[in-house]
C-alpha cells in the first residue's frame, strides 16, 4: 500500500480560514434571514483597475490570432514585465534589483511556501507570533518541525512574540537562527518597520549567515514616507534576503493571481559540503521544473500597472481601502474597544472586550452582528485576545458593519 506523508498528520485540525468558512456556513444555513458581512480574510471586493482589464482583453484577443498567439511562455515571466517591476518598484527607491533577479508567479502565498523546496531539513526557523499561518504550516508539511503543544507551537519553531508592549515588531532573538520570516506591513498586526529595525535584522543575518524570508505583499499600503516599502533598502539586504511581493492586494488580482519574488544574484548558502551556493540558481531550476509561468493574459494586465493610467487607478484602489480601515479604526476607538494596526496597512488588530478568546469574540460577533472577522489565536498563541478586521470590502459593507459592531459592543 501506498504510504503518506506523515507530516501532514502533525497539522492542526484544521486550516484558519477553512475553519472560519465552517463557522460561517454552519450559522447561515441555520440562519437563512441573517445578512453576514465578511471581513475576515483578505480578498478585495473592488473591481479590477480599468487599465488592467483593458490590457488583458487587448492580451484575449491577441490569442485569437495565429501571428500573435503566445503558447509557453519562459517560467521566470516575460522580460518586458520583469523590467517594469525592477525599475518602477525597486530601483525607483534606490534598491540594487535587476530584473533577472525577479521571478513572476501565481502568489506570494505559494512562493513563501515553495521556497522551502532550496532549502535544507535542518534549519533553525524563526517566525513572528502571531503569525501568518502559511509560513507555519508549509514548514510543518515539509517535515521541518516537531509535534504540536498544547499551547498551539510546533517544536523545532522559534516564536519571536509581537505584542502591543513591542509594537507589534519582535525583538532579536538571543540565539542563532537560519531563516527569518518578516511581514511588512504585518499581517495580522498591521505593523509598519522603520529603516533603523530592518537594519537590525540584516546586521544580525549577515552576522549569523541567516537567510530572512521577507513578505511585502502589503507595501503599497504604505503612506508614511520614512517607511520602507523593500528589504532591498536596507544596506546588506542584497546578501542576507529573499523578498515576496503580490498584485492581489494593490491592483485586485486575487482572482486573478499575479505576484513575484525576488532572488539576488548575491544571496547564497551553504551545501552539505560546506561550499556556497547560489541561490538564485536553485530557485530558478525549481521554478523551470515544477511551475509553467503566469499567464500572458495576466501578466500583460499585471504590465498595466505600471502605466500612468494603471498607476492612478491603483493609487485610487489602495487608498478606497485605506479609508476603509480608517472607518474601522475610527469607529471602534468610538466605542472603546482597542485598536492597532490600519494606518499604512489595510488590517486593523483588535483586542477582544471583557476578556473574551478570540474564538468567543468571533462566535459572539457571527451570531449577534452577522459580522465575520479572524480570530487573533488562528495566527499563533500570543494573538489570543486578539481579532483581525479586514478592510477589504465595500464602503457600504463596511460601515453596516461598524455600525452593527458599535450599537452591540460599546463599552
Not at 180 to 197: Q, W
Not at 391 to 398: D, G, P
Amino acid at each position: 500500500m501506498a504510504t503518506i506523508n506523515d507530516n501532514y498528520l502533525k497539522l492542526k485540525a484544521g486550516y484558519l480560514f477553512p475553519e472560519i468558512a465552517r463557522r460561517v456556513n454552519a450559522f447561515a444555513e441555520a440562519h437563512l434571514e441573517a445578512q453576514i458581512i465578511k471581513l475576515g480574510i483578505g480578498d478585495v471586493t473592488e473591481p479590477l483597475p480599468e487599465a488592467c482589464r483593458k490590457a488583458m482583453i487587448e492580451a484575449v484577443a491577441e490569442m485569437g490570432d495565429r501571428s500573435t498567439f503566445k503558447g509557453y511562455g519562459p517560467e521566470q515571466g516575460y522580460g518586458w514585465l520583469r523590467e517594469k517591476i525592477a525599475t518602477e518598484d525597486f530601483q525607483a527607491r534606490g534598491c540594487d534589483v535587476d530584473a533577472s533577479e525577479i521571478f513572476i508567479s501565481d502568489g506570494s502565498k505559494c512562493d513563501t511556501g515553495n521556497i522551502l523546496d532550496i532549502f535544507g531539513k535542518n534549519n533553525k526557523i524563526a517566525v513572528t507570533d502571531p503569525v501568518y499561518p502559511v509560513y507555519v504550516d508549509t514548514n510543518v508539511m515539509a517535515g521541518h518541525t516537531g509535534h504540536v503543544n498544547d499551547k498551539g507551537e510546533y517544536e523545532g519553531l522559534v516564536y519571536l512574540p509581537i505584542t502591543a508592549e513591542n509594537n507589534f515588531t519582535a525583538e532579536i532573538p538571543s540565539q542563532k537562527v537560519d531563516l527569518i520570516y518578516l511581514c511588512f506591513p504585518n499581517n495580522p498586526t498591521g505593523a509598519t518597520a522603520t529603516k533603523e529595525y530592518l537594519k537590525n535584522w540584516v546586521d544580525y543575518a549577515k552576522a549569523n549567515d541567516a537567510i530572512i524570508l521577507f513578505d511585502a505583499a502589503y507595501e503599497a499600503f504604505i503612506t508614511d514616507a520614512s517607511l520602507p516599502h523593500s528589504i532591498y533598502e536596507i544596506e546588506g539586504a542584497r546578501e542576507c534576503a529573499i523578498e515576496f511581493r503580490s498584485f492581489s492586494k494593490n491592483a485586485g488580482f486575487t482572482g486573478t493571481r499575479c505576484a513575484l519574488t525576488v532572488v539576488p544574484k548575491s544571496l547564497k548558502a551553504k551545501a552539505a559540503d560546506g561550499s556556497d551556493v547560489e541561490l538564485w540558481k536553485l530557485w530558478n531550476r525549481r521554478q523551470s521544473t515544477k511551475f509553467n509561468g503566469v499567464s500572458y493574459i495576466v501578466q500583460r494586465g499585471a504590465e498595466a500597472v505600471y502605466s500612468e493610467e494603471g498607476k492612478a487607478q491603483v493609487k485610487a484602489l489602495v487608498g478606497f481601502y485605506l479609508e476603509n480601515a480608517q472607518i474601522i479604526c475610527s469607529q471602534l476607538q468610538a466605542a472603546g474597544l482597542q485598536v492597532y494596526g490600519g494606518v499604512n496597512a489595510p488590517y486593523v488588530w483588535v483586542q477582544t472586550p471583557a476578556g473574551l478568546s478570540s474564538w468567543d469574540f468571533f462566535d459572539k460577533l457571527l451570531q449577534t452582528c452577522n459580522v465575520v472577522g479572524t480570530p487573533g489565536s488562528g495566527f499563533g498563541a500570543a494573538g489570543e485576545g486578539y481579532f483581525r478586521i479586514s478592510a477589504f470590502n465595500s464602503r457600504e459593507n463596511v460601515e453596516e458593519a461598524m455600525k452593527r459592531i458599535t450599537e452591540k459592543f460599546k463599552v
